[in-house]
């Protein structure tokens, strides 16, 4: 039975941390990726990579082989190293993985994997959705508004959506309020997209925190709040969503130019931090706008600092990762 998506409160809680999301593979996934994220980091990185691909050698081990399709997603990003992963994830999806399904259907849905895709998806999808990944199943729902790969089923696709959403999938949300932003259901609704947003934001989907910024800092939910989008953008850049890079330079610049920022705060913590994400944007972004703005920001710090600040931003910003800000 769809549940009902109740309204949030008005305090915000980020700082507090993000709940464990309700859909399993959500957590499963999420979960897994820190920890083999921890293990490259650890002193016996190579035990345990010569450990997984033990593990993963007997066939029969689905979490084995999707641990390590997971791993090589992380440490090679060449397409050779994608469509090795997805051959690791399919086979544990034969083994009936729910994780690996639904990493299956995504190798098919971004085109890694192309034998019969249409079948594939619906195969693979399907079969995670059924044993609860609600991800899994607005995967197909998106499917379906898009019309590309499988035909076009608005109604169907958002209903499969809004379901999965009401059943706690973080990016089930982001989709529906994509659809309420965009006016898929009538008229733009701002403020139930909100909501949605909010819900996300709270298991940490940095989409969902992304999305919200810039509803609050346009005032598109009738709460307009140029501090909440500020805090917002840097949720979503500390967790490396590359379109939140500019966003937190951006919101940054405008205090600059608007006359709010000394001379003081620029060479400060404000300037540090103006320039580590104008730096990712420029670097990570692959827009031509968005390298050019960040640019630009970059060019009038360089002038409004000293030398040696500037210098030493630079050095610090190669050894600075986004969580760390």
Not at 49 to 62: I, K
Not at 141 to 158: I, N
Not at 235 to 246: E, T
Request: glycine share 8%.
């Amino acid at each position: 039975m769809r549940k009902t998506i109740t309204a949030i409160v008005a305090t915000w809680m980020l700082c507090s941390g993000p709940v464990l999301a309700a859909d399993p593979v959500d957590r499963y996934l999420a979960t897994t990726r820190a920890e083999i994220r921890k293990e490259l980091q650890g002193d016996a990185a190579s035990a345990y990579v010569a450990n997984l691909y033990s593990r993963a050698l007997s066939q029969d081990d689905p979490r084995a082989l999707t641990e390590l399709g997971l791993m090589t997603t992380m440490t090679r990003r060449d397409a050779e190293g994608r469509r090795e992963a997805c051959g690791y994830f399919e086979k544990a999806a034969e083994l009936g993985f729910a994780a690996a399904q639904f990493l299956s259907g995504n190798c098919y849905a971004d085109g890694t994997l192309t034998a019969d895709r249409a079948a594939a998806l619906e195969r693979w999808y399907g079969a995670a959705a059924a044993q609860g990944a609600w991800s899994a199943q607005c995967a197909l729902g998106r499917l379906l508004m898009d019309g590309d790969l499988l035909p076009r089923d608005t109604p169907r696709g958002f209903a499969l959506c809004e379901e999965a959403a009401g059943n706690g999938s973080a990016s089930a949300a982001v989709t529906v309020a994509r659809a309420h932003i965009a006016g898929w259901t009538g008229a733009p609704d701002y403020v139930t997209a909100g909501r949605y947003l909010e819900t996300a934001t709270r298991d940490g989907n940095a989409e969902a925190a992304y999305l919200l910024s810039i509803l609050h800092f346009d005032g598109l939910r009738k709460l307009q709040s140029q501090e909440q989008a500020l805090q917002l953008s840097d949720f979503a850049a500390k967790r490396s969503h590359v379109p939140a890079f500019i966003l937190s330079a951006r919101y940054r610049m405008n205090q600059l130019t608007g006359g709010g920022i000394g001379t003081n705060e620029i060479r400060g913590d404000f300037g540090w931090r103006l320039y580590f994400w104008a730096t990712m944007a420029e670097r990570h972004d692959l827009d031509r706008a968005v390298r050019r703005e960040a640019r630009r920001i970059l060019s009038v710090l360089k002038q409004a600092v000293p030398s040696d600040i500037y210098s030493r931003w630079t050095d610090a910003a190669a050894r600075t990762r986004p969580v760390q800000m």
